[in-house]
Each structure stands twice: as structure tokens, then as C-alpha cells.
């Protein structure tokens, strides 16, 4: 066995970009012995397949996600979100191969919740979509590797993203929870607030909403006006959709008393397009009937209806993040699926 | 395009101590299907994905095919969801009648 001290540095960086196993910047050499450690830290056996990941369908073993985790520059105290993110893409709902096979600009975001956040230094705060923490560079950045180097999903091959989203080198995202007036997100599905989750979601780039008043319903008006523009895919796929809501916004949308469930129903009665400028996107893909996917109870022949930017309040998604004193939240449009939730299991 | 380690790449991952991060069989398994000598007088099916382009482009591709190649048929058939693979059925249904198929995205 050659110990990582020995490996020629540059060589092992020029092998990497040479076989394609990059994502164009350079990796960490994976070692047999800096793998051996990342397995090691997870009590799993090397050769346990957590999953088959489309679209070719490689077996993700966790040995070969080590090797992905290693290079992406993790800790081996990452590989359980790691683990878990891959985990929950494979849920049917989640449609993994549509997301990485897609035209769409989308890409899988990895947002943590939950104490893990804070023992592994995920940023929830200043910043958290940015640069500057190796937790969520690196978890994400894993995520990615894994995804191409074992889905086989190939810019420009098998993923046919006509543009592409700077989020495919890495997204990941804490919610952050001493800023969240309200439960955690993982909560919506039925988890408890003290356990740790990673929950995935196909997520455009952060569209940021500015607001420097005050006033829960100007703030939310503003919000759904920025969540259904005639642009927005969701308007024509009707998947879920998450608002990531600043610090400033979530304080005075609870002190006046707004709950997660109010501000959803909220943006799923005002996010909304007319039948007639949405005609503007062109024809519907799909039963001509239902236009594009939307709500049965949407005439799609009457100009005048109105079509929310979502089929159903419960598929706007509510998370607390960001840095404290700025007038902002975002917005992430998503691409036709599902968010997903799951528990992170602890070795 | 991602490399396969085949014997000299394993000698030099070896070399360096390093582990692939690949599944190569998920490679290997993914070929061209075996090419017809010719598709004169064949079958040929044409699968969309339920998007309007799409049908429009596999439409054109079926006329200028019927019109060279004097296809004795084609068969079109759209995808149940256009993000979804093709179901079984199929597949199966134009793996049976078909000689070729041809897809396509076209969004």
C-alpha cells in the first residue's frame, strides 16, 4: 500500500483530470489509506451498495462514495449527510434521472437541518449560498462528484442541461435554527426538531426578493410576485418550490403572528398567473386540457383563471437562513419534482 | 468523457496509491445497439417524449426515412411522462415490432 505522504501530488491531480473524474477543478488524491479512514468513520462495510444512481446506474458502494467524498475534499465526519443526500435522491419522488438528464437549469441542493448542522460548521447564515465553508462546499461538492463520476450523468453526454447552474460544482445549505422563529424544516415530514435531516430539492439558482419595510403581507405580496414570473418553469411543471426566508423577514412575520402553513397558503393564493399570459409560454407539454400540469380545479381554456405557481399550498417549501441586517430572502424555483426528507443515522 | 480504467490505467492508479471513483461496469454495461446493414424496407419506431417539438422533429425524421428508405412501417408512440423513462410496455411492444428505433429530445 502506497501511504498518501508518497503519492506524487501533481501526478495524482493530472491523473484525475486526465480520466475525466473532475468536475474541472482540481481533487484531493483518493488514497487507499485516506479512503480506508472515510469508510472506517461510517461503521458501514466498503462494499454495502446505498444505491444505483441514474442514469447508468452505477453502484454507489460506500467505499466508492468515500473515493468521491476524498476528492471533493470532505471530512470523514461528512460522509453520513453524504450518504443520506444520495439516499433520499433516490426516492421515486425525487425522478433523479429526470433532474440530472434535463435541459432545465436546475440542480440538486442539499440543505441540512437539524444539530448536525452545527457540529459539522454548515453554514445557515452570512453568505450560506456563497463561498467559505468547507462543510458545505465539500458536501455538496461530494454529491456532485458522486452523482456524475457513478450516475454517469456527463455534461453534455448524458446530461443535457442547455445552460447548467454553477450550484453543479457544489450546493449545499444549513437551515439555520437559532434564527428560525419557527420548527424545522424537517418537521414537515413528520421528524422530530431534535433529529438531523438532509433534505434534497432540485433548485434553481437563489432569486433574491428585497424588501426593506416592515409589513407581513407587503413582504409575502412581494415574495409571490417574485415567485411567479412568466418565466419561471414552475409555472409550466408545477413541482414544489421553497422559500428561503432572511432573518429580518422571519422575525416580523412571527411576531405578527404568521405561521409556516399561513405563509405558504398565502403565496399559493397570490403567486399567481393568468391562463392568458401564460399562453405566452407557449403550448402545453402534455394533456392540452390541463395546460401545463396545472391544478384540475384551473380551466385551462378560460384566459381569465387564475394558475398558481404550484398545485398545492404543502408544495411551497419554508426554510429560515441567511445573515442577520439584510432587507433579503430568496427564492428557488424548482424543476417538476419532489422535495425529499430524510433522517440522517448517525455511526 | 470519463475514462474506464482498463489495464494501463489501473498499473498507473496502482502506481499512485489512488482508488477510481467510478462503477466501471455502469460504463461498460451502456453500448450502441448492433447497427443494420441498411434500414431499407424495415420497421422503424419512433418513441417521443410527449413534447410538441419533439413530435414535430420525429415526424420529419419518419417522413424523410419513408421517403429514402421505403420503410415497410413506423411506428410512433410517445412516453407516458416526458421526464420518465419509457415504461416497459413499452419498450417491449417496439422491441417486438420495430427493426430500429429512433428517439430524440426536442423540448
Redesign the interface.
Known amino acids: 500500500m502506497v501511504s498518501s505522504d508518497a503519492v506524487d501530488l501533481g501526478d495524482a491531480i493530472d491523473l484525475m483530470f486526465e480520466t475525466g473524474w473532475t468536475d474541472g477543478l482540481p481533487v484531493v488524491p483518493p488514497t487507499e489509506d485516506r479512503v480506508r479512514k472515510f469508510v472506517e468513520y461510517t461503521g458501514r462495510d466498503g462494499s454495502e451498495v446505498i444505491a444505483e444512481l441514474p442514469p447508468l446506474g452505477g453502484k454507489a458502494t460506500v467505499e466508492r462514495i468515500a473515493v468521491n467524498a476524498v476528492m471533493a475534499g470532505c471530512l470523514p465526519e461528512y460522509m453520513s449527510v453524504v450518504i443520506t443526500a444520495l439516499q433520499a435522491m433516490m426516492d421515486d419522488r425525487f425522478n433523479l434521472r429526470g433532474v440530472m438528464c434535463s435541459t432545465g437549469i436546475h440542480t440538486p441542493l442539499v440543505i441540512v437541518s437539524g444539530p448536525i448542522a452545527k457540529e459539522l460548521d454548515i453554514n445557515g447564515g452570512y453568505n450560506c449560498f456563497g463561498a467559505g465553508w468547507r462543510a458545505n462546499a465539500t458536501i455538496g461538492r461530494a454529491v456532485k462528484l458522486a452523482l456524475v463520476n457513478l450516475g454517469g450523468a456527463i455534461p453534455g453526454e448524458t446530461n443535457k442541461a442547455t445552460f447548467g447552474h454553477p450550484g453543479a460544482y457544489t450546493y449545499c445549505v444549513a437551515e439555520d435554527q437559532e434564527i428560525n422563529p419557527w420548527e424545522p424544516l424537517h418537521t414537515d415530514v413528520g421528524l422530530d426538531a431534535s433529529d438531523s435531516a438532509v433534505t434534497v430539492f432540485p433548485a434553481e439558482a437563489p432569486h433574491n426578493i428585497m424588501y426593506h419595510a416592515k409589513n407581513s403581507r407587503d413582504f409575502l405580496s412581494v415574495t409571490a410576485d417574485t415567485m411567479c414570473t412568466l418565466g419561471n418553469v414552475q409555472m409550466y411543471v408545477m413541482g414544489d418550490t421553497f422559500v428561503v426566508i432572511g432573518p429580518e423577514h422571519a422575525r416580523f412575520l412571527h411576531e405578527d403572528g404568521w405561521r409556516k402553513q399561513d405563509i405558504r397558503q398565502f403565496l399559493f393564493e397570490h403567486a399567481r398567473k393568468s391562463v392568458r399570459e401564460l399562453k405566452h409560454g407557449g403550448s402545453p407539454q402534455g394533456d392540452a386540457n390541463r395546460g401545463h400540469f396545472w391544478p384540475r380545479f384551473v380551466d385551462a381554456n378560460d384566459d381569465g383563471q387564475m394558475v398558481p405557481v404550484v398545485r398545492a399550498a404543502d408544495r411551497i417549501h419554508i426554510m429560515v437562513a441567511g445573515g442577520r441586517g439584510g432587507p433579503h430572502s430568496v427564492y428557488l424555483p424548482g424543476w417538476g419534482s419532489r422535495r425529499v426528507t430524510k433522517k440522517i443515522e448517525l455511526p | 468523457?470519463?475514462?474506464v480504467?482498463g489495464a494501463e490505467?489501473k498499473t498507473?492508479?496502482s502506481?499512485?496509491?489512488?482508488?477510481?471513483?467510478?462503477?466501471p461496469?455502469?460504463?461498460s454495461?451502456?453500448r450502441p445497439a448492433l447497427r443494420l446493414e441498411t434500414i431499407h424496407g424495415k420497421v422503424g419506431g419512433f418513441l417521443g417524449n410527449?413534447?410538441?417539438n419533439a413530435s414535430l422533429l420525429l415526424e420529419g425524421v419518419k417522413e424523410l426515412l419513408n421517403k429514402d428508405y421505403e420503410l415497410r412501417d413506423g411506428i410512433a408512440v410517445d412516453k407516458y411522462v416526458?421526464?420518465?423513462?419509457a415504461a416497459d410496455d413499452i419498450i417491449d411492444d417496439l422491441a417486438s415490432r420495430c427493426d430500429f428505433v429512433v428517439t430524440c429530445?426536442a423540448?
Open positions: 468523457m470519463v475514462s480504467p490505467l498507473r492508479l502506481d499512485l496509491g489512488l482508488l477510481s471513483p467510478i462503477d461496469e455502469a460504463y454495461r451502456w410527449r413534447k410538441a416526458y421526464s420518465r423513462p429530445i423540448d
